[in-house]
């Protein structure tokens, strides 16, 4: 007998199934990510052929050129997840302020926070690139449109947390708690199929350091000692990718260490808490990782801001203490 074909949809429903209080809501929230991942998928793998390349000379938020692939896939979220039902408030890298939902849609009792296509910037050199997405239940349980305080929660409070990478395939990792769980997209049938069942960071990791070193003369002594530990632990590679879901997913597949430090020029890092970091610290601390900012758990940091930023090591659990050790002295 061939062995089954597990289907997202299949394995949400029989996840659905072990917990009796699972409303079907999660279920249809990530049926509507699933959804706006292949039409993503389809528009990165047609980049090179249509003309959406390039930027469109419009800046996002934070002064950084958009890309019209972003605006497509702010758009492609967006739309997928507006009239739900579910959701009463989103947040996007690409939006200063948070999203409501269109009056004309019934408002739910989740918000997603996303980042629609991370590491844009390498899109022109066919470079893997991502979005990322985190899904809090609202504070607390008023009907309506939802409020900033519904998107300021720690990560511990994520119901949800996962990110798409559009590469050699185009896969889907997310978890709600119970395990990380990695989906392949299979454009014949267009449907994601279990690919990563349970995926847990190698134990130990491979020696793999991964951080943009070339702001060494911009970090901390302490950094800098840092990364002079990790070489001493025996032979280290050094591989940075410079986009964030592709560094992450090799990390959680073959372990290792990310860094994103606080340096002279950013004083808490480039990457932000809320859809880039939270969301990456749940998957990680699922797989048997660790992730803090050099002192703090990450999923412990309450956020004070939207686009709050903050420094990130992420990876085995021997390399963040190390960190720890290190950074938070
Ligand atoms: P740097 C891409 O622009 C991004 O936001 C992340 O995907 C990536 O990890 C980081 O920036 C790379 O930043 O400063 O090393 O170029």
């Known amino acids: 007998m061939e062995k089954a074909v597990v289907t997202l949809n299949r394995f949400i429903i029989e996840e659905e199934r072990k917990h009796p209080a699972a409303t079907g809501d999660f279920t249809s929230i990530l049926h509507d990510i699933a959804l706006a991942a292949k039409l993503i998928s389809r528009a990165v793998n047609k980049a090179g052929l249509i003309d959406i390349l390039g930027g469109t000379g419009d800046e996002n938020v934070h002064g950084e050129r958009v890309q019209k692939l972003d605006e497509y896939a702010n758009q492609v979220i967006f739309n997928a997840l507006d009239h739900g039902g579910r959701l009463c408030l989103m ?58 305080e519904d998107l300021l929660q720690p990560g511990t409070r994520q119901v949800a947390a996962g990110y798409v990478l559009y590469g050699s395939s185009t896969m889907l990792v997310y978890t709600t708690g119970m395990g990380v769980h990695g989906f392949t997209l299979d454009n014949s049938i267009g449907e994601f199929l279990l690919s990563h069942p349970m995926i847990r960071i190698p134990k130990p990791g491979k ?104 420094p990130i090591y992420i990876g085995n659990q021997e390399y963040v203490e190390l960190a720890n050790e290190c950074i938070g002295g």
């Open 207 to 310: 020696r793999i350091y991964s951080v943009n070193e070339a702001y060494s003369d911009r970090w901390s002594a302490e950094q800098r000692k840092l990364v002079e530990r990790l070489k001493g632990k025996g032979r280290f590679s050094l591989r940075y990718i410079g986009s964030l879901v592709a560094d992450f997913h090799r990390t959680l597949l073959y372990g290792g260490l990310f860094m994103y430090p606080a340096d002279s020029s950013a004083p808490n890092g480039k990457l932000r808490l809320l859809y880039e970091v939270s969301p990456l610290s749940m998957v990680c601390e699922q797989a048997g990782g660790a992730a803090t900012d050099g002192q703090r758990r990450i999923l412990d940091i309450v956020p004070e801001e939207l686009h709050q930023r903050v």
């Open 91 to 148: 947040a996007s890298e690409e939006s200063a302020e948070p999203i409501p939902i269109p009056k004309q849609f019934p408002k739910g009792d989740y918000v997603l926070l996303y980042d629609p296509l991370d590491g844009s910037s390498n899109i022109d050199a066919n470079v893997s690139i991502g979005t990322i997405f985190s899904v809090h239940h609202r504070r607390d349980p008023r009907h309506g449109d939802g409020a900033i």
